[in-house]
């Protein structure tokens, strides 16, 4: 192909792969399959590898992202960015009503828009293509992320028709959908990453991520809800809307056209309740004047537009009987007391516990057992009591007082100075402390032995084959095959996943002892620093102080845990079954990878996945998974993605193949 044909066809292809990504993300009306649009790009991104002058930093290839580390310069607004005024009832709505009455001739129109849940975002464009994404930032400026945004499939890069105007800005809203937001954190969860609190902050959060390959795993979405230009195509914002949508954009789904504060009032109503029906979150409603002249002449006050104004809903409440309190006690021993209320419906889910956090709280708020309480969802998943109908309160029920013993073991409970939580001190009989200890050693983060699960461990300790972390070790097959529903297949995975947790690294063995207040990244700091086991248990008070992110918290902990013989014995029977109780650093062959980082991507038929990364790490070399611009190259094996190849030809990366590789390391 030469170069007037493979533009051509680029053009045919962008052109093309443009419009099924609208069809897709906009109108939700895909004419194509995944598979055929697959087959568009990858034909797109082989032509673009072929012909590099043929580049465009709109194609549609672009929305991948890449992994190189970026830094955001600051843009100015060429309008400033400001925010709306809030308001809380019907009163605040027809009070605003009423000061546009005196500024403006009727008739006028308002048009009511869903208030989305996000981070605000400001897109320019120039000639129909998208020229720059900004955050609000203070208002003034804010932080360019295009790099990040041009991976949002619903924000067009190239417009469509040819009647916008040659420079524009639009604003909107970055927002994740609750579907993508679930799936995203299960996903998250499987792969033992901590999920994400709620959709709000993870889209603002998603926008300043340094590293735009990732931001293309989000699920983000955009409305676009205010066009801001010299020559806007009306005098209506309502039908300037509606050009944008003709041009590519995704706007507001509800938005409806009133000449009544009455009928607007009716539409905040009818939006209180029926928000929890949208497959994403909204916090309010936006009320806007519709005319373009008249919000001129309304203009702006230092802070806000006058021609516009935020309803906010209220977090919505619901009103339950708080039946009993139970205490749950964690491995560590720290005791939570849990509220049992009566089921009730809030923010579409039934529910029917509710957490206290401490005694202090319960204190505070005076919290007794059948007192009328009012719940609220904050950013956790289980809601929590903010308040109590006092009014509704049954004269005869007495206060509730904190349990002093332990609600498993019946030990007498502690509580250190400063701290909020009380504990169960019984850490070696107290049953739920002995299972969340095992629990957590086994788990993901830990050693990952995966296939013991809670219910395994019941098993493992009710027939008293296990009692600590280390008996682990020294069960046999036959030991677990009697348990019930234990099948030799499930066996054998057993056995052989715990003695593969024996390569598991000194970090993770540290992190997984379930010392209090020894997260995975300490743990990690304590095994760089100290090596061995043996040198972290000598360490004095003021040489693990010194080190990163220890305080006197932990280094006390430590003391503690060390100063047990029972933990010292668990220790002792590490060493004995070969667990690695110290740093161990990696055998080095030779130097010829000295410095390079090597990212190996498609079927090698020399070596597995593992076997690289290997091979790699012994000859001085780093094994790295993800292409940026200080990747030294890129071994490319059968069938590698397409997209790897070209980020790789786009950042000037080598590419080599599997025998210059040998012939490197030989
Ligand atoms: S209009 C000059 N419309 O709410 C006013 N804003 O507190 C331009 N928001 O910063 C904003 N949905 O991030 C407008 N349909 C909507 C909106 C909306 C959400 C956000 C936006 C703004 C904030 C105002």
């Given amino acids: 192909m030469n170069l007037s044909e493979a533009k051509n066809k680029i053009l045919e292809l962008r052109e093309l792969l443009d419009k099924h990504n609208f069809k897709y993300y906009v109108l939700s009306k895909p004419e194509i399959n995944d598979f055929e649009y697959d087959t568009l790009m990858t034909e797109l991104v082989y032509l673009e590898a072929q012909f590099p002058g043929l580049q465009d930093k709109n194609s549609p290839t672009q929305r991948v992202g890449n992994d190189i580390n970026q830094e955001f310069s600051q843009i100015i607004h060429k309008f400033p960015m400001l925010s709306l005024g809030n308001t809380y009832n019907e009163q605040d709505i027809r009070d605003f009503d009423t000061r546009i009455q005196k500024t403006i001739e009727i008739p006028y129109q308002y048009v009511c828009e869903l208030k989305y ?41 190239n417009l469509q028709g040819s009647n916008f105007p040659e420079s524009f800005e639009i604003r909107g809203e970055i927002f994740i959908p609750h579907k993508g937001f679930d799936e995203m954190n299960k996903l998250r969860n499987e792969a033992g990453e901590e999920e994400f609190k709620n959709p709000r902050n993870t889209a603002s959060g998603s926008l300043k991520t340094q590293n735009s390959s990732e931001v293309a795993k989000r699920p983000l979405d955009c409305y676009l809800y205010y066009l801001l230009s010299d020559n806007l195509p009306s005098n209506s914002h309502y039908y300037n809307l509606q050009e944008c949508k003709k041009w590519g954009f995704k706007i507001p789904e509800h938005i409806e056209k009133y000449k009544t504060i009455d009928q607007v009032v009716e539409f905040v109503n009818y939006w209180e309740t029926e928000r929890y029906k949208l497959p994403y979150d909204i916090d309010g409603i936006v009320i806007k004047v519709d005319s373009v002249s008249q919000q001129d002449e309304l203009g702006f006050t230092a802070k806000s537009p006058r021609w516009a104004i935020s309803y906010k809903f209220k977090a919505e ?31 579409g889910t039934t529910v029917k516990r509710a957490s206290l956090h401490n005694a202090d709280q319960i204190e505070l708020l005076d ?37 002093e013993n332990c609600p498993e073991c019946n030990t007498k409970l502690v509580r250190v100075e400063g ?46 084959l296990i009692t600590n972390i280390a008996d682990l070790y020294a069960l046999t097959k036959e030991d677990i095959l009697p348990l019930d529903r234990m099948a030799e297949k499930s066996a054998n995975n057993i056995i052989s996943s715990i003695a593969k947790s024996k390569e598991q690294p000194f970090e993770r063995i540290l992190f997984g002892l379930g010392i209090r207040h020894i997260g995975g990244t300490v743990a990690k700091n304590l095994a760089k620093t100290f090596k061995t086991i043996e040198a972290l248990k000598k360490a004095s008070f003021d040489e693990l102080i010194e080190t990163d992110e220890i305080g006197k918290k932990i280094a006390n902990s430590l003391f503690d845990y060390f100063s047990d013989n029972d933990n010292i014995g668990i220790l002792e029977q590490f060493k004995k079954y070969n667990l690695k109780l110290e ?84």
């Fill in 367 to 403: 919290i007794r057992e059948g007192d009328y309480v009012y719940i609220e969802k904050g950013g956790e998943i289980i809601p929590k009591i903010v308040a109590l109908d006092t009014e509704k309160r049954d004269s005869t029920i007495t206060k509730l007082n904190f349990i």
């Fill in 583 to 666: 740093v161990v650093e990696k055998e080095i062959k030779s130097n010829k990878l000295n410095g390079l980082l090597i990212i190996a991507s498609g079927k090698l038929s020399n070596f597995s996945r593992e076997e690289i990364k290997q091979v790699i790490e012994e000859n001085g070399g780093k094994a790295v998974s993800a292409i940026s611009s200080k990747t030294s190259f890129l071994l490319a094996g059968e069938n590698i993605g397409p997209n790897k190849l070209k980020k790789a030809i786009d950042l000037g990366i080598s590419v080599i193949s599997e025998d210059d590789f040998l012939r490197m390391i030989e």
């Fill in 419 to 464: 701290e909020a939580k009380h504990y169960c001190p019984n850490e070696k009989n107290c049953f739920p402390q002995i299972k969340g200890k095992i629990e957590h050693f086994v788990s993901r983060k830990a050693m990952n032995i995966d296939s013991i699960g809670e219910e395994t461990i019941d098993l493992l300790l009710s027939n008293n």
């Fill in 117 to 157: 849940d996000g981070a605000s975002i400001s897109l320019s464009y120039k000639n129909g293509k998208l020229m720059h994404a900004v955050t609000r930032g203070d208002g003034e400026k804010g932080d360019d992320v295009t790099q990040n945004v041009k991976t949002i499939k619903s924000i067009p890069l």
């Fill in 317 to 347: 409440q619901a009103l339950t009987k708080l039946l009993t309190v139970e205490y749950q006690v964690g491995r560590t021993g720290a005791i939570t007391p849990v509220a049992n209320l009566e089921p009730v419906q809030l923010a």
